[in-house]
C-alpha cells in the first residue's frame, strides 16, 4: 500500500506531500517497494507536488535505506514525536525536492 497526503490546507503548502508507504512481510526484499516508491513520487510530480517528505522509526532501516534509494535525504530527528499503545517514538524527517 502507498499514498500520499497534503500536509496542510494552506495554500503556501499545496506542492508538499507526505509519502506513506507499507510492504506486507511476504512481499519485503522483492523489489515492491521501490517500484511503489518510484511511481509516487512520479505520481505526485504529475500532480503537481514539488516536495515529498516522510517521517519513518529510526529502527526501521529498510525503509530509511528505501527512501534514500529513491532520492530522498534526511533533514533530521524528531523526538518522541509519535505515541502508540501508550509509547513514544522518534521520527527520522526525510525529504526529496523536484527538479
Request: proline share 1%; with cysteine; hydrophobic share 40%.
Amino acid at each position: 500500500m502507498c499514498s500520499i497526503s497534503a500536509i496542510s490546507n494552506r495554500a503556501v503548502y499545496s506542492g508538499v506531500a507526505e509519502d506513506t508507504i507499507y510492504i506486507a512481510d511476504n512481499f519485503r526484499g522483492k523489489g515492491f517497494g521501490k517500484i511503489l516508491l518510484n511511481h509516487l513520487i512520479k505520481a505526485s510530480e504529475a500532480e503537481g507536488y514539488w516536495t515529498l517528505q516522510a517521517g519513518i522509526f529510526p529502527q526501521n532501516k529498510a525503509s530509511i535505506y528505501l527512501h534514500e534509494q529513491c532520492g530522498l535525504r534526511q533533514l533530521g530527528f524528531r523526538e518522541k514525536i509519535a505515541q502508540r499503545d501508550g509509547i513514544w517514538y522518534d521520527n527520522v524527517l526525510m525529504e526529496r525536492r523536484s527538479k
